[in-house]
């Protein structure tokens, strides 16, 4: 019995669906980064031996990984000119942590069952990470995860998934896959908790960025897959109730933390949302123009420098090189990076991936994910969000590779 249940947990499958559990819990890398390490490198190893073992190798996605790995060669050796030999090893274990994951991906022969599995694996670790948003409010921060920072008088704890603004972002994607996949849930009390759980963690992280997300995220629902309008209206209508009493509830509590929470997701967020216009535009403005301009003049930006980049410095907080300003805008991260035909390659691709299955998006619900979560990923990119070097987005390699998988669509067909 024991021997059939360890075979059952050393499937391929399994294997691959653990290392994206060990990818998205890379805060964990805060208490031992060498045991993390350690834990990751096996299951890249377990999953390269079963590829090889099988056999299954998946060649119709060469092409895609040959361009993606060429132009980490070149970002990595335009480097050099930039950083200096210790800046370049702590860059380089950012940017390349998921490289053999994208191998990894790129090889795989995915199947519709796989990609379900995987996709509520994603919502589930995001649920997750929320719930410990709340947490923290009652027995006060984790000692292992990112600092808590502070945004009009409010208190903003980071979480399992990261720093408090990977919430704003990374809760949408997993709200799409909620909602899109509700069928797939099998005990719907816990469903509904874990929307809640999502919803709530947005509004108390206190970013603009969270509460547009939030809005997006309902639009995008009722525009392409809501097929019963007044259930789905019930359904979230439910979803804010259940909200609506617990704010009450803290406000009742009338204690000074709970107040200034309220207090900021009411004057600094909400508000801020209510309308197009400062600060809401000002800071869109900021992050396609002023913040960009910063990155190419602290780089001597010329001719040269937009066709092959600058290498990992342009990524700057994002892998840990401070020294050198952030565009805060993921277009401007490609471009800076690798130049201007790596970001032409990136935006084509994101753009095949949204034509392609918003041609399908009635034969599956699957590619009803793939293409709200690129859209979504799309819009946060302007703001840089979007970014791919964080393990946390690691489901995105999983889309960019399966979304033309042919034995994937034999299936769904």
């Avoid at 995860?145 to 945004?151: M, P």
Wanted: aromatic residues 16%; charged residues 15%.
């Amino acid at each position: 019995m024991e021997v059939n249940k360890m075979s059952f947990v050393l499937t391929k499958n399994n294997c691959l669906i653990f290392t994206l559990i060990v990818l998205n819990l890379s805060i964990f890398r805060n208490v031992s980064m060498i045991g993390y390490l350690l834990v990751l490198i096996l299951f890249y190893l377990l999953d390269f031996v079963f590829l090889i073992r099988e056999r299954s190798f998946n060649k119709n996605n060469i092409f895609i990984l040959s361009i993606l790995l060429t132009f980490n060669v070149l970002i990595f050796i335009n480097s050099f000119e930039w950083l200096s030999s210790k800046e370049l090893f702590i860059a380089s274990g950012r940017a390349y942590l998921l490289l053999p994951f994208i191998v990894i991906c790129a090889c795989y022969r995915f199947n519709y069952d796989l990609i379900i599995k995987l996709l509520k694996t994603q919502a589930i670790i995001i649920a997750i990470g929320c719930f410990t948003i709340p947490l923290q409010m009652l027995i006060g921060p984790i000692s292992f995860f990112a600092d808590i920072s502070f945004r009009a008088e409010g208190i903003r704890y980071a979480s399992l998934l990261g720093s408090a603004t990977t919430i704003g972002t990374n809760g949408a994607y997993g709200l799409i896959i909620f909602l899109i996949l509700k069928d797939k849930f099998k005990y719907k009390g816990i469903y509904y908790l874990n929307i809640f759980l999502i919803v709530f963690a947005m509004l108390v992280s206190l970013q603009k960025a969270a509460a547009v997300n939030l809005i997006l995220v309902f639009m995008l629902y009722f525009l392409f897959r809501s097929r019963n309008t007044v259930g789905t209206l019930l359904n979230i209508l439910l979803c804010f109730m259940l909200l609506f009493i617990v704010i009450i509830t803290l406000y009742f509590l009338d204690n000074e933390y709970t107040n200034v929470i309220l207090k900021s997701i009411g004057v600094k967020t909400l508000s801020d949302v209510g309308y197009i216009g400062p600060p809401i535009l000002e800071d869109l403005i900021t992050r396609i123009t002023y913040l960009p301009k910063k990155v190419f003049l602290a780089h001597n930006f010329g001719c040269i420098e937009f066709l092959k980049g600058v290498g990992l410095s342009a990524f700057s907080g994002i892998v840990d090189i401070g020294r050198f300003p952030m565009a805060h805008n993921n277009y401007i991260d490609y471009l800076a990076s690798g130049g201007i035909f790596y970001l032409l390659f990136m935006v084509i691709l994101f753009i095949d991936i949204y034509i392609y299955t918003y041609k399908r998006r009635k034969q599956n619900e699957v590619y009803v994910v793939y293409m709200l979560l690129i859209v979504l990923l799309l819009i946060n990119m302007f703001i840089g969000a979007g970014s791919l070097i964080p393990p946390i987005n690691s489901i995105f390699y999983i889309i960019f590779f399966s979304y033309r998988n042919k034995l994937f669509f034999k299936e769904l067909n």
